[in-house]
């Protein structure tokens, strides 16, 4: 079974930065792109960022293009958030979700779009 495990969330002032980490564990299978989804409370999941495994492209929120940054480590199937300039209304759970199938890039910046999905990790940040 394909897990996905997400770590380095946690509690930050505004301002300041926070890398998240996504490994994809147990049965591993080809990737086609990995991505974050965040969800505050009381609201709808949401698109933050995607990349895709083969050719490196990256896509972004508006909310967050120019101060998060996605990456990948193929070696190591693990997708990365390196998130900067925090803002309170950044803070939500933060998931990361994969897809091994090819997918149209429009697809990629909807939750379904993908077929596994972590637990999520919680990202505050205060004022």
């Known amino acids: 079974q394909v897990q996905l495990v997400e770590s380095g969330g946690g509690l930050v002032q505004a301002g300041g930065s926070l890398r998240l980490s996504c490994a994809q564990t147990g049965r591993t299978i080809g990737t086609h792109a990995m991505a974050w989804f965040r969800q505050s409370s009381g609201n709808e999941r949401e698109f933050v960022a995607a990349i895709t495994w083969r050719f490196d492209n990256t896509y972004y929120a508006d909310s967050v293009n120019g101060r998060f940054t996605i990456s990948r480590d193929n070696a190591k199937n693990t997708v990365y958030l390196q998130m900067n300039s925090l803002e309170p209304e950044d803070t939500a759970v933060y998931s990361c979700?994969?897809?091994?199938?090819?997918?149209?890039?429009?697809?990629?910046?909807?939750?379904?779009?993908?077929?596994?999905w972590g637990q999520g990790t919680q990202v505050t940040v205060s004022s």
């Open positions: 979700a994969l897809t091994g199938a090819t997918k149209l890039p429009y697809r990629l910046i909807r939750s379904d779009g993908y077929d596994y």
